[in-house]
């Protein structure tokens, strides 16, 4: 199983840019899916939640501006993100909770991509 995440890019402040996360592989279900984000000299934390059912959870420094989502039939999540600051500034990260078969379920995390907030 693999996670690819793409979509990243420079964008001035109150910009958007849409990031996007693939699963492909061996997949038996996607669960959860997540965007987390670690900006220069921060720890990584959790930017968004979307469950296989569509309910979602944001950071409170998100709320409002950034939007997950995702296309079960494309195993594809999204992260749209706008009213873009430049403490938003981070390699972005997705990790989705992953079962391969019924009985083997495993996290994982995509490479990052790299979300910059500048004039």
């Known amino acids: 199983v693999q996670l690819q995440a793409f979509g990243g890019g420079l964008v001035q402040p109150g910009g958007s840019l849409r990031l996007s996360c693939a699963a492909s592989?061996?997949?038996?279900?996607?669960?959860?899916m997540k965007w987390y984000r670690q900006a220069p000299g921060k720890q990584r934390e959790l930017v968004a939640t979307?469950?296989?059912?569509?309910?979602?959870n944001y950071a409170d420094s998100v709320k409002g501006r950034f939007t997950i989502s995702r296309d079960n039939a494309k195993k594809t999540a999204y992260l749209q993100m706008n009213s873009l600051k430049p403490e938003d500034t981070a390699v972005y990260y997705c990790?989705?909770?992953?079962?391969?078969?019924?009985?083997?379920?495993?996290?994982?995390w995509g490479q990052g991509t790299l979300v910059t907030v500048s004039s």
């Open positions: 990790n989705a909770d992953i079962n391969s078969s019924t009985w083997s379920r495993s996290e994982y």
């Open positions: 979307v469950t296989s059912g569509g309910d979602t």
């Open positions: 592989g061996s997949i038996f279900r996607i669960n959860a």
